[in-house]
């Protein structure tokens, strides 16, 4: 029979340190994953004070939050923060923009109206 001293294994001490870094990782990702969305798919259009059609602000929305100009030469990817109500194009041709108020995937770009055309 063995006896019980108090202490724990060393390869159990080894797994809950292992463990104690794991799990603010895995709860971090999973916050983010719950704040992520995707936009809804498709043609993007964005109209200015004027009510005129900014062509250079013009995209696609593809899956995996991906976006593709509408001549589909330049492309990239953006992240959305359905919390925070966020666009953030990541890079591409519309790298450093920030949509705000995303609502029902439409979105403010300065003073432009963004959304599904």
Not at 23 to 39: I, K, R, T
Not at 65 to 75: C, E, I, R
Not at 86 to 113: K, M, Q
Request: hydrophobic share 40%; glycine share 12%.
């Amino acid at each position: 029979m063995s006896r019980s001293t108090g202490c724990l294994h060393p390869l159990a001490v080894a797994a809950l340190l292992a463990c104690s870094w794991v799990l603010p990782a895995q709860a971090a990702a999973s916050q983010m994953a719950a704040n992520s969305a995707e936009l809804r798919l498709g043609e993007y259009s964005c109209i200015g004070s004027g009510g005129q059609i900014l062509i250079g602000l013009g995209f696609r929305a593809l899956p995996g939050n991906k976006y593709v100009s509408l001549d589909n030469k330049d492309g990239g990817t953006y992240s959305y923060d359905a919390d925070a109500r966020t666009v953030t194009f990541v890079d591409g041709f519309l790298a450093g923009y920030v949509g705000e108020n995303v609502e029902d995937s439409r979105f403010n770009i300065h003073g432009a109206s963004c959304g599904p055309a």
